[in-house]
């Protein structure tokens, strides 16, 4: 099996462009890896994550906002993230089930033990053994981003708060699978963090 890193962090804290800058250091080292992301990364999933961001909408009920990115993830799963692993593949996604547990579980307020239950019925149980996530005051990532588009990055400030909160509880609760970094420092510094993480758990390259 490959190796199976995730990206977790608020609004603007820069995790995709540090996810797509891990993926291009692993193809300069010939390390078979692939990059994707939640929601969407499968036609079903892109269509989902239109109807999930979308500014102007009828309502989305948290409960359906919920079983959307489940079901978005459930099919990354089987379409894409379990082959990849499967034929050794590094697989890079940004965003995954920690993003539900901190925006639908701290930032909505539904119940941590069902997400946890669908969760795990949308990965099969599959697990990341990396989970990066890249912390910065929600102040900071919002006045990152030039517009607020999304329903997401429209909610109030204390909503992020909640998320920021959720993603650093469950990072302290498994330091080993969780890295946290600073997401204020530059872009190369967080870089070399990351690499030197990674770089331990691959087999080819800690040998
Ligand atoms: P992004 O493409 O900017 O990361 O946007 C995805 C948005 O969806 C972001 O605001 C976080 C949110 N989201 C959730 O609320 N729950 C989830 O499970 C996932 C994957 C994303």
Redesign the pocket.
């Known amino acids: 099996m490959g190796l199976f890193i995730t990206f977790e962090g ?2 603007g804290c820069g ?2 462009t540090q996810a797509k800058m891990l993926w291009k250091k692993l193809c300069q080292q010939n390390i078979p890896a692939i990059l994707t ?4 990364g499968t036609i079903l999933g892109a269509e989902i ?1 239109k109807s ?2 979308r500014r102007r909408e009828s309502s989305v009920s948290p409960e359906a ?2 079983f959307l ?2 079901a ?2 459930a099919q990354l799963i089987t379409e894409v993230v379990r082959p990849a692993l499967k034929k050794g593949r590094t697989v890079i996604c ?11 579980g701290c ?2 307020g539904l119940s941590l033990n069902m997400i946890e239950l669908v969760n795990d019925f949308a990965t099969q149980g599959l697990k990341p053994d990396l989970v990066i996530l890249l912390d910065l005051l929600p102040q900071e990532g919002l006045a990152r981003k030039r517009e607020l588009m ?4 429209l ?1 109030e400030l204390s909503f992020h708060c909640r ?1 920021r909160e959720g993603y650093l509880k469950a990072a302290a609760a498994d330091p080993d699978q969780w890295l946290v970094i600073d997401a204020s420092l530059p872009r190369r510094r967080i870089a070399e963090i990351m690499w030197e993480k990674v770089s331990q758990l691959l087999p080819d390259l800690s040998s």
């Open positions: 608020g609004e995790k995709s992301h939640e929601p969407g994550s999930l961001k906002e919920l990115f489940a978005s993830r940004d965003r995954f089930s920690y993003s539900t547990v901190a925006y639908q930032g909505r999304d329903r997401f990055e909610e998320v």
